[in-house]
Protein backbone atom coordinates (compact mmCIF):
# COMPACT_ATOMS: atom_id res chain seq x y z
CA UNK A 1 0.00 0.00 0.00
CA UNK A 2 1.16 3.19 -0.85
CA UNK A 3 1.68 5.93 1.91
CA UNK A 4 2.93 9.69 1.00
CA UNK A 5 3.77 12.22 3.69
CA UNK A 6 4.09 15.61 2.84
CA UNK A 7 6.48 18.39 4.24
CA UNK A 8 8.20 21.53 3.81
CA UNK A 9 5.23 23.76 3.57
CA UNK A 10 4.91 27.14 5.84
CA UNK A 11 4.52 30.77 5.72
CA UNK A 12 6.38 33.12 3.62
CA UNK A 13 6.62 36.66 1.74
CA UNK A 14 5.79 37.50 -1.85
CA UNK A 15 8.68 37.00 -3.43
CA UNK A 16 10.12 33.89 -0.77
CA UNK A 17 10.65 30.00 -1.72
CA UNK A 18 9.79 26.91 -0.18
CA UNK A 19 10.66 23.29 -1.27
CA UNK A 20 8.22 20.83 -0.73
CA UNK A 21 8.93 17.18 -0.12
CA UNK A 22 6.85 13.91 -0.68
CA UNK A 23 8.01 10.98 1.42
CA UNK A 24 6.54 7.63 -0.42
CA UNK A 25 6.82 3.94 1.36
CA UNK A 26 5.05 0.88 0.85
CA UNK A 27 5.97 0.34 -2.63
CA UNK A 28 8.82 0.33 -5.92
CA UNK A 29 8.08 4.51 -6.33
CA UNK A 30 9.52 4.00 -9.80
CA UNK A 31 6.66 2.28 -10.82
CA UNK A 32 4.42 5.58 -9.98
CA UNK A 33 4.35 8.70 -11.24
CA UNK A 34 3.82 11.89 -8.69
CA UNK A 35 1.85 14.37 -8.63
CA UNK A 36 1.34 17.68 -6.83
CA UNK A 37 -2.09 19.20 -6.23
CA UNK A 38 -3.44 22.33 -4.44
CA UNK A 39 -6.57 23.27 -2.89
CA UNK A 40 -7.25 26.75 -1.27
CA UNK A 41 -10.26 27.08 0.90
CA UNK A 42 -13.37 27.09 -1.36
CA UNK A 43 -12.09 26.11 -4.16
CA UNK A 44 -11.46 22.94 -6.03
CA UNK A 45 -8.31 21.02 -5.59
CA UNK A 46 -6.08 21.56 -8.87
CA UNK A 47 -2.95 20.06 -10.17
CA UNK A 48 0.25 21.91 -10.05
CA UNK A 49 2.61 19.36 -11.52
CA UNK A 50 3.72 15.91 -12.05
CA UNK A 51 6.87 13.87 -12.64
CA UNK A 52 6.80 10.88 -14.70
CA UNK A 53 8.34 7.47 -13.21
CA UNK A 54 11.25 7.61 -15.24
CA UNK A 55 11.65 11.39 -14.76
CA UNK A 56 11.53 11.51 -19.00
CA UNK A 57 8.44 14.01 -18.40
CA UNK A 58 7.28 16.78 -16.13
CA UNK A 59 4.16 19.33 -16.52
CA UNK A 60 3.29 22.13 -14.44
CA UNK A 61 0.11 23.80 -14.33
CA UNK A 62 0.40 26.96 -16.61
CA UNK A 63 0.20 29.53 -13.67
CA UNK A 64 3.46 28.34 -12.04
CA UNK A 65 5.56 27.50 -14.97
CA UNK A 66 8.45 29.02 -14.67
CA UNK A 67 8.70 29.27 -11.02
CA UNK A 68 7.94 25.99 -9.67
CA UNK A 69 10.57 22.65 -10.27
CA UNK A 70 9.10 19.12 -9.76
CA UNK A 71 12.33 16.59 -9.31
CA UNK A 72 12.25 12.94 -8.03
CA UNK A 73 14.99 11.09 -6.65
CA UNK A 74 13.75 7.18 -6.41
CA UNK A 75 16.79 6.33 -4.64
CA UNK A 76 15.38 7.56 -1.43
CA UNK A 77 11.54 7.10 -2.06
CA UNK A 78 11.35 11.42 -2.34
CA UNK A 79 9.64 13.64 -4.73
CA UNK A 80 10.61 17.55 -4.23
CA UNK A 81 8.37 20.69 -5.20
CA UNK A 82 10.82 23.82 -4.95
CA UNK A 83 8.56 26.88 -5.30
CA UNK A 84 10.22 30.16 -6.06
CA UNK A 85 8.65 33.78 -6.38
CA UNK A 86 6.16 32.78 -4.91
CA UNK A 87 2.78 34.83 -4.79
CA UNK A 88 -0.16 35.20 -2.71
CA UNK A 89 -2.46 33.36 -4.99
CA UNK A 90 -0.34 29.98 -4.14
CA UNK A 91 -1.20 30.04 -1.00
CA UNK A 92 -3.17 26.73 -0.24
CA UNK A 93 -2.56 23.27 1.14
CA UNK A 94 -0.63 21.16 -1.24
CA UNK A 95 -0.98 17.35 -1.36
CA UNK A 96 1.55 14.91 -3.33
CA UNK A 97 -0.45 11.84 -4.65
CA UNK A 98 0.97 8.46 -6.52
CA UNK A 99 -0.74 6.92 -9.48
CA UNK A 100 0.26 3.99 -11.80
CA UNK A 101 2.87 5.21 -14.63
CA UNK A 102 1.80 7.96 -16.49
CA UNK A 103 0.91 12.05 -15.23
CA UNK A 104 -2.47 13.08 -14.98
CA UNK A 105 -4.21 16.41 -14.31
CA UNK A 106 -7.45 15.26 -12.89
CA UNK A 107 -7.07 14.58 -8.84
CA UNK A 108 -10.10 11.84 -9.47
CA UNK A 109 -7.24 9.47 -11.31
CA UNK A 110 -5.03 9.22 -8.52
CA UNK A 111 -5.62 6.38 -5.89
CA UNK A 112 -2.73 7.64 -3.52
CA UNK A 113 -2.78 10.87 -1.32
CA UNK A 114 -0.72 12.13 1.63
CA UNK A 115 -2.60 14.72 4.39
CA UNK A 116 -1.17 17.42 2.90
CA UNK A 117 1.07 20.69 3.84
CA UNK A 118 0.16 24.55 4.25
CA UNK A 119 1.97 26.78 2.50
CA UNK A 120 0.88 30.53 2.97
CA UNK A 121 1.99 33.81 1.43
CA UNK A 122 1.43 36.94 2.62
CA UNK A 123 3.73 39.87 4.06
Known amino acids: QVQLVESGGGLVQPGGSLRLSCAIS????????IGWFRQAPGKEREGVSCITRTHQSTYYQDSVKGRFTISRDNAINRVYLQMNGLKPEDTAAYYC????????????????WGRGTQVTVST
Open 97 to 112: AARGYFCSADHNHYSS
Open 26 to 33: GVTMDSYA
